[in-house]
């Protein structure tokens, strides 16, 4: 199924210094308090007692992180009615989009290239530029490590570049492979560029680019209604629903 799938990647990315607090697997950055960094994921099919959900609470409060979670409410059905018991709001319901990569419509965008990148000059340049479009603090030597670390765990990383200017206008990341599935995320265009085409076109290179690296199933999760037509015109997909939910925190 689809949504364990998914469930399972994001748990894998969470990577060697994932926690556990009851049925959650959380990711945890410690550099970084920024919501979409530290989130947690149940276990498919739980539905958590009080307690259980206390613990997980707990966990984000002892690291001053607001307690929250990402996951695809098909898998654990039983998860939101614990969370809303406890106090959990949703930030949003956003739909689930996947893309089979001999699906992607072409996107070229004149004037810009589009290309994978793998250097500390590229990383720098695309940190940069998901910054400033997601209105986060100026990069640093962090976010840079953040982005190598896709690269290392079998993940792909594009900017786009003004070819008049050399700018990088554009960025995106793919994560590396878990059992074919992975997550297109960080799509993000500077200010200037926008509304020309070019967060399709570095998400269809992505896509294609992905099934060379083992990728059949890559997924993304759209903001808002304007950023998924961006990702239907690609080749994308809903086939589901992903939750974000978290507690405002009084002792945070």
């Known amino acids: 199924m689809l949504s364990t799938h998914v469930h399972a990647y994001l748990r894998a990315a969470a990577g060697d210094q ?22 947690a994921i149940p276990d498919d099919g739980v539905t958590p007692a009080a307690e259980e959900v206390a613990a997980l609470m707990a966990a984000f409060r002892e690291r001053a992180r ?19 018991a406890a106090g959990f709001v949703a930030e949003g319901r956003y739909p689930l989009l ?3 990569p001999d699906a992607v419509a ?8 589009v290309t994978l990148v ?13 910054n400033a479009a997601f209105e986060a603090p100026e990069a640093t030597e962090h976010d840079v490590a953040r982005l190598r670390r896709v690269l290392d765990g079998g993940g ?14 554009g960025a995106g990341q793919l994560g590396g492979p878990h059992l074919g599935v ?9 200010a200037s560029h926008r509304r020309r085409g070019i967060g399709g076109a570095v998400t269809a290179l ?35 629903e992903m939750l974000h939910v978290s507690a405002q925190d009084p002792a945070r």
């Not at 979670?69 to 809303?84: H, K, M, N, S, T």
């Not at 793998?118 to 998901?130: E, F, I, N, T, Y």
């Not at 992505?206 to 209604?225: E, S, W």
């Open 206 to 240: 992505l896509t294609r680019a992905g099934a060379k690296a083992g990728i059949t199933t890559p997924f993304l999760t759209p903001a808002d209604d304007r950023a998924a037509s961006v990702y239907l015109r690609v080749g994308y997909r809903k086939v589901g």
């Open 18 to 39: 994932a926690h556990r607090a009851g049925p959650f697997t959380i990711r945890f950055d410690e550099h970084d308090d920024a919501l979409p960094f530290n989130y």
């Open 106 to 113: 072409d996107e070229a965008v004149p004037g810009v290239e």
């Open 118 to 130: 793998d250097d500390d000059p590229g990383l720098w340049g695309a940190a940069r530029v998901m």
């Open 66 to 84: 607001t307690p929250r979670l990402e996951y695809v409410p098909q898998a654990a059905p039983g998860v939101e009615q614990a969370l809303e």
């Open 156 to 169: 792909l990383m594009a900017t786009a570049i003004d070819a008049a200017t050399g700018e990088v206008v």
């Open 98 to 100: 996947i893309c089979p």
């Open 182 to 190: 992975a997550e297109v995320a960080g799509i993000a265009v500077a």
